[in-house]
């Protein structure tokens, strides 16, 4: 049982890349997450979904593009990185709401130069 | 929309202290509340949570009352260990969705 894993766990881009992030989970969850922490700002929601094939916007996810096809994946999309968008990214997922609990997968480094 | 204060830090204590990290939130309807801990590298890690108006979430020693009056969630510890450093964030979940506090990083010292 590996949790929540994500991939890749560090990357550099140049301006105007494109990239993907994958989270996998392997609890049968319903709901996934993506966040990006920044220092002094905590984590901020960027997209989450509340089972496959749906999709949902959170707080800032101008510049990000999710998709949710199969249960236990969750992948969020770069399509023009910008340094803006240099950060720590975490991917979590939760059971329905009996559990409330989210699991947090390591997190990936993302650096834009 | 619903958003999470928690009190900046860096909070630096000896060993044995009591500690308190305050936290306050905005929003609407019934939100339920957490507090994470997260240590250097790693990912955010459950400490305590509270579903509803004065349930009290325990954990590890930690503590944090749900006060609908004050809006608040504070965390407390009667003896904090150097183990105890790290960084403590506030969050809130209402419609699906997380809101989480800036976070406030503990130094422990023996």
């Known amino acids: 049982n590996a949790g929540v894993t994500q991939t890749p766990k560090f990357r550099v881009l140049k301006t105007g890349q494109s990239m993907t992030l994958l989270c996998a989970q392997d609890?049968?969850?319903?709901?996934m997450y993506w966040y990006r922490q920044d220092p002094g700002m905590g984590l901020r929601l960027i997209h989450y979904?509340?089972?496959?094939?749906?999709?949902a916007k959170g707080e800032v996810p101008d510049g990000y593009n999710v998709s949710r096809l199969k249960k236990q994946n969750f992948l969020l999309g770069l399509e023009s990185a910008a340094p803006s968008q240099t950060s720590v990214y975490f991917c979590?997922?939760?059971?329905?709401?009996?559990?409330?609990?989210?699991?947090f997968g390591p997190g990936t480094r993302l650096t834009v130069t | 929309g619903d958003s999470v204060t928690q009190m900046e830090g860096p909070v630096t204590l000896s060993e044995e202290a009591f500690l308190t990290i305050n936290c306050t939130y905005t929003?609407?309807?019934?939100?339920?509340l957490f507090w994470y801990v997260q240590y250097p590298g790693e990912g955010l890690q459950l400490l305590l949570k509270?579903?509803?108006?004065?349930d009290k979430g325990s954990n590890k020693g930690f503590e944090a009352t749900y006060r609908k009056e004050t809006t608040s969630f504070h965390l407390e510890k009667g003896s904090v260990q150097v183990s105890d450093s790290a960084v403590y964030f506030c969050?809130?979940?209402?419609?699906?969705?997380?809101?989480f506090g800036s976070g406030t990083k503990l130094n422990v010292k023996p």
């Open positions: 979904s509340v089972g496959e094939g749906t999709t």
């Open positions: 979590a997922s939760r059971g329905l709401a009996a559990s409330y609990e989210q699991y």
């Open positions: 969050a809130l979940l209402n419609f699906n969705k997380f809101y």
């Open positions: 609890m049968n969850h319903e709901y």
């Open positions: 929003a609407t309807g019934y939100p339920s």
């Open positions: 509270a579903t509803k108006a004065d």
